[in-house]
């Protein structure tokens, strides 16, 4: 069955590293969204990409980053992980642009020290 | 104001009765809502979604919309304890927004528990 899975599941990493985070989708979706969810302010957009080398701000992009060299994944790197990044990550894709249903991975909760 | 809102609740309600779940949202040019359920700890799963005024059903859910007031809601009949979640109301942005038209806008979500 298709799906999207998220890795790593969960991870706890220090104050200025480094991190990605990664997802796979195996729909050949063309859409690929970030989002991270925080108590009192629900699921915001991070970034997103609506095809292979597309990728596009959400509104809460500062100090995160993504690439799109195939159709099935859309990692997500942190430069520099802040307290301020500590949530639970989810990541979605969609068929295309005029499609209506994102469907969202498992979710990866990041704990920053 | 948000583009979209939910109360957050929690809404308690008795195990069989009808649950009703409210959004409203700012965009008057949006064209399709979704309902998404969220078990704690879980990830957002489709519940619904509508673009026409009107009802639709599927199953112990209906949603409703009402575009002339910018209004939409789930509601939930004969509910069950296995109903407890948050759900999450998303809004497409309307086609003006272009490259982002793609997009969903999330509320907060409404917490709502089903008491045995």
């Known amino acids: 069955d298709a799906e999207i899975t998220q890795s790593p599941r969960h991870k706890i990493t220090e104050t200025g590293r480094q991190v990605t985070l990664a997802c796979h989708q195996t729909w050949n979706h063309n859409n690929m969204f970030w989002y991270r969810q925080d108590l009192g302010h629900g699921l915001r957009l991070i970034h997103y990409s609506y095809g292979v080398q597309d990728t596009n701000k959400g509104e809460v992009s500062d100090g995160y980053s993504v690439s799109r060299s195939n159709t099935e994944d859309l990692p997500l790197t942190l430069e520099s992980a802040a307290s301020s990044q500590t949530s639970v990550y989810f990541c979605?894709?969609?068929?295309?642009?005029?499609?209506?249903?994102?469907?969202f991975g498992p979710g990866t909760r990041l704990t920053v020290l | 104001q948000k583009e979209v809102e939910q109360n957050s609740g929690p809404l308690s309600v008795p195990e069989g009765a009808i649950a009703s779940l409210n959004c409203t949202y700012s965009d008057r040019g949006s064209q399709s809502f979704f309902w998404y359920r969220q078990y704690s700890g879980k990830s957002p799963e489709l519940i619904m979604f509508?673009?026409?005024?009107g009802d639709k059903e599927d199953g112990r859910f209906t949603a409703q919309l009402n575009k002339a007031s910018q209004y939409v809601s789930l509601l939930i009949r004969d509910s069950q304890p296995s109903d407890s979640a948050t759900y999450l109301c998303a809004v497409r942005r309307p086609l003006r927004y272009g490259g982002s038209q793609g997009n969903l806008i999330f509320g907060k979500g409404t917490k709502l528990s089903v008491k045995p």
């Open positions: 509508i673009y026409s005024n």
């Open positions: 979605a894709s969609s068929e295309w642009t005029g499609a209506d249903t994102q469907y």
